[in-house]
């Protein structure tokens, strides 16, 4: 990749940071005022919200708390636990997918996204980025966050210190060459988190993200039953998982073509975090 298309991103992405400065200071965080990060509700979440009569308002401003922080970055905090869900104003919402980018389904997830004018949040792994670095720019370009999610998708718990930093600084590296800067947050494969996990992310200057509401879209448990699960978990500070790579994701596109439109009609922000540095 040239040096000057690398650059023109950056500054894209800084000149849409400015632009959507004033409705950044929402405070749109995923922790609370002490620093602590906040514990999950259960997975099941709240009830969804019945459908308004009238278009919601969101569709018109559906985006708020993305690009870089206007601040040198500090010293990123080592957690005892993942960060679960979002606090801050208003009934915002998190969509993440992990494991890709896959050529097959995320563009297909990216399509849906550009169409209703929302950002979301992708941890990809090392390798499958590092043969589809178009689609690691195309997420800069349209202002999503990517995360880091490990090189090969192993189980965290069962490897070496040394390993463990293998698989997440070999995937910044990708991650940086491909989206114009390096990750900000991290997720362990399979939720398997560990102390060396915690010390390392934090290290290369990572939070931990886990997720509040989990599709199981997996599992293809058919699109109705994806769309089901977060219409029900569907809560203010909700994160959700989802998945565009690491099998048949088919399903999970065609659920998120019909539960974004809901969402944002029953006024669900889907945003994307800030990172807050002390």
Same mark, same amino acid.
């Given at each position: 990749?040239?040096?000057?298309?690398?650059?023109?991103?950056?500054?894209?992405? &800084?000149?849409?940071?400015?632009?959507?400065?004033?409705?950044? /200071?929402? #405070?749109?965080?995923?922790?609370?005022?002490?620093?602590?990060?906040?514990? +999950? +509700?259960?997975?099941?979440?709240?009830?969804? !919200?019945?459908?308004?009569?009238?278009?919601?308002?969101?569709?018109?401003?559906?985006?708020? #708390?993305? #690009?870089?922080?206007?601040?040198?970055?500090?010293?990123?905090?080592?957690?005892?636990?993942?960060?679960?869900?979002? /606090?801050?104003?208003?009934?915002? $919402?998190?969509?993440?997918?992990?494991?890709?980018?896959?050529?097959? *389904?995320?563009?297909?997830?990216?399509?849906?996204?550009?169409?209703?004018?929302?950002?979301? $949040? %992708? %941890?990809?792994?090392?390798? $499958? +980025?590092? *043969?589809? !670095?178009?689609?690691?720019?195309? $997420?800069?370009?349209?202002?999503?966050?990517?995360?880091?999610? /490990?090189?090969?998708?192993?189980?965290?718990?069962?490897?070496?210190?040394?390993?463990?930093?293998?698989?997440?600084?070999?995937?910044?590296?990708?991650?940086?060459? @491909?989206? #114009?800067?390096?990750?900000?947050? %991290?997720? +362990?494969?399979?939720?398997?988190?560990?102390?060396?996990? %915690?010390?390392?992310?934090?290290?290369? @200057?990572?939070?931990?993200?886990?997720?509040?509401?989990?599709?199981?879209?997996?599992?293809?448990?058919?699109?109705?039953?994806?769309?089901?699960?977060?219409?029900?978990?569907?809560?203010?500070?909700?994160?959700?998982?989802?998945?565009?790579?690491?099998?048949?994701?088919? !399903?999970?596109?065609?659920?998120?073509?019909?539960?974004?439109?809901? &969402?944002?009609?029953?006024? *669900?922000?889907?945003?994307?975090?800030?990172?807050? *540095? /002390?």
């Amino acid at each position: 990749m040239k040096k000057d298309q690398l650059f023109t991103r950056r500054r894209a992405l &800084l000149v849409g940071a400015a632009a959507v400065g004033a409705v950044g /200071t929402a #405070g749109v965080f995923l922790w609370g005022e002490d620093g602590e990060p906040v514990r +999950a +509700a259960p997975a099941a979440g709240a009830p969804a !919200q019945s459908l308004p009569l009238k278009p919601s308002a969101y569709r018109l401003q559906p985006l708020t #708390g993305y #690009g870089p922080p206007r601040t040198a970055p500090g010293r990123t905090p080592v957690r005892h636990e993942p960060l679960l869900k979002m /606090t801050g104003r208003g009934r915002t $919402m998190v969509l993440t997918f992990d494991d890709g980018p896959d050529p097959r *389904y995320t563009p297909g997830i990216l399509d849906t996204l550009a169409h209703y004018d929302v950002r979301a $949040m %992708f %941890f990809v792994c090392g390798e $499958m +980025a590092s *043969y589809h !670095q178009d689609l690691l720019a195309r $997420m800069a370009d349209e202002g999503h966050v990517v995360g880091n999610h /490990t090189w090969s998708h192993p189980l965290l718990t069962g490897l070496t210190r040394r390993q463990i930093r293998s698989e997440m600084s070999r995937t910044s590296d990708v991650i940086e060459e @491909g989206y #114009g800067e390096r990750p900000r947050w %991290f997720r +362990a494969p399979y939720g398997a988190w560990n102390r060396a996990a %915690f010390q390392l992310g934090a290290e290369l @200057g990572m939070e931990p993200l886990a997720w509040t509401v989990d599709t199981l879209d997996w599992t293809a448990p058919g699109a109705g039953s994806i769309v089901e699960r977060v219409e029900k978990g569907a809560a203010p500070g909700v994160v959700v998982l989802s998945h565009d790579a690491g099998g048949d994701r088919t !399903q999970s596109v065609r659920a998120l073509r019909r539960y974004l439109p809901q &969402l944002l009609d029953s006024g *669900y922000h889907i945003t994307v975090p800030h990172r807050r *540095y /002390t």
